[in-house]
């Protein structure tokens, strides 16, 4: 796998909620490998929401910014690696991108991360130790091809039950439409109740969670690319007005509506 065979300059963290608990953002491109090791994190992968829970191993494969949030009344303990993809190749970004973004840790990576961190303090006092470098960047490909290899070993992401999977088409097509949790019920042909558990279990989110995150994803998307107005925004992604939108927006990003323009 060519991915596995190229040259990354790796860089190791760690930390907690208590160093950081408003989150951090990253805007510049990077490949990295996360570890959940308490807690929940809420990463925004270019515009894309997706929530994780610990105990996992995550990925985020970004081409232009990541945020990293966490909720301010949990602990949240986590320990990440990353690179520049600036040496991936279109065929490298097609693997990374058809990797689940969370699986549960692999027994390997713990013990992998906790050496790599260690040498990371090392290379940090002795900058020109090439060999502690040289080290410390073979253990974040062994991450990379550990997190590979944990996928392939446990298969695929569950494939979603066919209740969540009609609901869930249904808002990610239609979210400017006004669901209620009986509406998609009774277009998935189940009970209220059970949707709720269902999405719970296989997104981590209740329907209606889901739906304003999706509206949200919408939003961001249309700020980015086009010259759309807020108003006209908040109206086609289903906004009561446009400074529902825009505080949504910033209770989730951290940043008002013009930050993503």
């Known amino acids: 796998m060519e991915i596995l065979s190229r040259d990354y300059n790796f860089h190791f963290h760690k930390a907690t909620s208590d160093n950081n608990p408003a989150g951090t953002y990253f805007g510049e491109p990077r490949v990295e490998v996360s570890l959940i090791v308490k807690g929940s994190v809420r990463f925004i ?14 990925l985020q494969a970004y081409q232009v910014d990541l945020y990293a949030l966490s909720n301010k ?6 320990m990440w690696c990353h690179f520049s993809p600036d040496a991936l190749s279109e065929e490298d970004w097609s693997v990374l991108e058809n ?15 906790a050496g ?48 969540v999977s009609v ?4 808002l990610d097509s239609e979210y400017s439409r006004s669901w209620t949790v009986a ?14 558990h269902l999405f719970k279990t296989y997104l981590g989110v209740p329907p209606i969670h889901y739906l304003w995150e999706r509206r949200l994803d919408a939003g ?42």
Request: proline share 8%.
């Open 73 to 78: 009344d949990q602990k949240v303990q986590t």
């Open 99 to 113: 990797l689940p973004a969370a699986q549960p840790i692999p027994p390997l990576m713990p013990s992998l991360f």
């Open 116 to 163: 790599a961190l260690s040498l990371q303090q090392e290379s940090d006092a002795t900058p020109e130790h090439d060999v502690t470098n040289h080290m410390r960047n073979s253990l974040g490909r062994t991450i990379l091809a550990e997190y590979i290899r944990g996928t392939q070993l446990a298969g695929r992401t569950r494939p979603l039950p066919k209740a």
């Open 45 to 58: 992968v270019d515009g894309r929401v997706r929530v994780v829970h610990a105990p996992c191993a995550t």
């Open 167 to 170: 609901a869930k088409k249904a």
């Open 220 to 261: 961001i998307q249309m700020l980015q690319s086009t010259s759309l107005t807020i108003d006209e925004i908040s109206h086609r992604c289903g906004f009561r007005s446009p400074a529902h939108f825009s505080r949504r927006v910033k209770e989730r990003n951290g940043a008002p509506p013009s930050r993503f323009r």
């Open 183 to 196: 509406r998609l019920a009774s277009l998935a042909d189940t009970n209220a109740n059970y949707l709720i």
